[in-house]
């Protein structure tokens, strides 16, 4: 079923909307929460809230593209369990080696004379995202996006694991020095 | 953290470049935490009444039943199909493909949720039809069947005829449909007449939306919005059937309007209007399949007209249905479906009825259950909103159906 249609069960406010919903998109949210979480049950439970969030959500919202509509939805959601269990000092994967990466781009801040807020942040990586080449761009959203392992990113762009992650270490440092030379502070 | 605000900015970047990363999610066998259906070959089940929790484990998902999509009339003849010694064919609950759904309404009182069923729990009804689903769909939920192409662009060029719309532009989309997991076919999608500010669509499932880019201003003295008494969305909903008269197209429209509640307590009105003539089973079919649902923009405007009319040409037979108090104790007894992630904490907790019929496209056939409401406590909120989970008992006689669903109560 197309996206328009699935949209418009939502605001007809017709049961079929999370049916249509979850079997079009619950590979797809469960593939984001999974990623950040690393455990079964509690991105299943981050997908279903995904549905009552989306539900919630139309109307009145009427957005333009579902897929990412749903997965910002998941990937919040995602997050804000990840923080819990960080809290709880409970396990977690990929999460944790990504955060560990950003780090990384955190721009120093002897060279900044700006504070930010997080629109403000987001246009800037917004730009710097045109900025990169589509396959450096394509890495890192599949990493700090999607929060996929190296491994997988490496088999779904025919690279080695090195390479890739050579590939990330230059983006990162790249993205550093642009939100440096804006004056982004964090 | 302040990498973490980076990852969290990451998520709010363009939709185009998440889209242009989007991973190919492979179709993985994951754990149904929810569906949960006892399979039973049709061919064996003349009679099975599902009273004990015969499934031990809930990992073990309809392995008899093929996904929908994968079912097509052609690969179902009639001749495999089990009949029952009435000469009724035996029924087969559709078998959702997975997923997590949630269905059910909020509110902070179940009394809020009242809506215009022609059914009540008073309604003395013996039998009640069942048709098959003439557009079922493949597992993306692409019709397989369903409204030629022509066909869906006549009904859009009729209701713009019917308007008195000059048309700028028509067309039809079209989508790729799997009718097994080899093979993919190319289907129509919908029939789209663009005429000015207003767009026609029409899905092969027979479903029409009229949908104004600028919408339409009512009369000064009628509101329209999501804060009406029922006397004023009355008023209003009379009006905009009488505006709409040759869309609607019903020889005794009905009214059905209804209130919904968002989980932060606003209110939405849904305003539907159904065919109404004709005895009890009749204004049921037309409750359930012939309906029209006028939608409000946030400036009292007209914004949307949605007309369904599902066909239903082709009736399998009428089946004996159960009574509303033998669907109850069906209910606690565990022979339901939903999708809801919580047990029924208790008799106590099912707080409404209803009879309705069941129309997604994952349907093989429209038939009749009977609706719970249940509270779930677990999800009251701090601001007094409830939630009130859907469990659907099949009105069905069990005697018909060849796969009763028995839920084993381990959710989770």
């Not at chain 1, 690393?38 to 009145?60: F, G, S």
């Not at chain 2, 066909?151 to 067309?171: F, N, P, Q, W």
């Not at chain 2, 209003?236 to 307590?265: F, H, N």
Request: charge should be negative; hydrophobic fraction near 35%; proline fraction near 5%.
């Amino acid at each position: 079923m197309d996206d328009d249609k699935i949209v418009e069960l939502y605001w007809e406010r017709s049961e079929d909307a999370i049916v249509q919903t979850s079997k079009k998109y619950s590979r797809y949210c469960h593939y984001i929460s999974f990623n950040i979480l690393h455990n079964n049950e509690d991105a299943e439970e981050c997908v279903n809230d995904t549905y009552l969030r989306a539900w919630n959500a139309m109307p009145p919202r009427r957005p333009d593209c579902l897929s990412t509509f749903l997965g910002r939805i998941t990937r919040n959601l995602s997050i804000d369990k990840y923080r819990k269990y960080s809290a709880e000092k409970r396990g977690f994967g990929e999460t944790a080696l990504v955060l560990e990466e950003l780090a990384e781009c955190v721009p120093s801040s002897q060279s900044v004379d700006q504070a930010i807020d997080e629109i403000v942040l987001v246009e800037e990586i917004n730009r710097f995202l045109a900025l990169l080449s589509k396959t450096d761009r394509l890495l890192f959203m599949r990493r700090y996006w999607y929060s996929s392992p190296i491994k997988e990113i490496a088999e779904a762009y025919g690279m080695s694991e090195s390479k890739v992650k050579s590939t990330l270490f230059r983006t990162r440092n790249k993205l550093k020095l642009h939100l440096e030379k804006e004056g982004i502070t964090i | 953290m302040k990498n973490e605000l980076i990852f969290k900015a990451i998520g709010e970047v363009d939709d185009r470049y998440i889209l242009e990363a989007a991973p190919a999610v492979t179709r993985k066998t994951q754990k149904q935490t929810w569906v949960k259906w006892i399979a039973i070959a049709a061919c064996l089940a003349l009679f099975v009444y599902a009273g004990s929790k015969l499934l031990p484990s809930r990992d073990i998902v309809q392995p008899d039943i093929p996904p929908i999509g994968d079912i097509t009339k052609a690969d179902n003849p009639p001749e495999e199909v089990a009949m029952h010694p009435s000469g009724l064919p035996m029924l087969t609950i559709a078998a959702d493909s997975g997923g997590y759904g949630f269905e059910g309404f909020s509110a902070y009182d179940i009394s809020q949720l009242e809506n215009d069923n022609p059914w009540t729990v008073d309604s003395q009804l013996e039998s009640l039809p069942v048709f098959r689903n003439t557009t079922q769909s493949d597992s993306a939920g692409i019709p397989i069947h369903g409204l030629s192409a022509d066909e869906m662009l006549a009904r859009a060029k009729d209701a713009a005829d019917t308007l008195g719309l000059v048309i700028d532009k028509s067309y039809v989309t079209e989508e790729t449909a799997y009718i097994n997991p080899n093979e993919q076919i190319t289907v129509p999608g919908a029939a789209i007449v663009e005429c000015g500010d207003i767009e026609i669509f029409v899905w092969p499932d027979g479903w029409l939306r009229i949908m104004m880019k600028e919408s339409l201003s009512l009369p000064e003295q009628y509101k329209f919005n999501d804060d009406l008494s029922d006397e004023q969305a009355t008023e209003t909903l009379e009006y905009l059937i009488a505006e709409y008269a040759g869309i609607v197209d019903m020889k005794s429209p009905a009214l059905a309007i209804s209130a919904r509640y968002g989980r932060d307590g606003g209110r939405s009105l849904t305003y539907k209007v159904y065919e109404g003539s004709g005895d009890l089973t009749e204004k049921i079919l037309g409750y359930n399949f012939n309906y029209t649902i006028f939608c409000p923009d946030f400036d009292d405007n007209l914004h949307i007209i949605h007309r369904y009319n599902y066909d239903l040409s082709e009736k399998v037979g009428d089946y004996p249905i159960i009574s509303a108090q033998q669907a109850k104790e069906l209910l606690l007894n565990g022979n339901y479906i939903t999708s809801v992630p919580y047990e029924i904490p208790g008799p106590e907790y099912v707080k409404k009825i209803e009879l309705v019929y069941r129309v997604t496209s994952f349907e093989e056939v429209y038939m009749p259950y009977y609706l719970f409401y249940i509270e779930l406590p677990e999800t009251e909120l701090e601001n007094g909103i409830k939630s009130y989970g859907f469990y659907y008992v099949p009105a069905i006689h069990s005697d018909y159906i060849s796969n009763m669903p028995v839920w084993d109560g381990s959710f989770q």
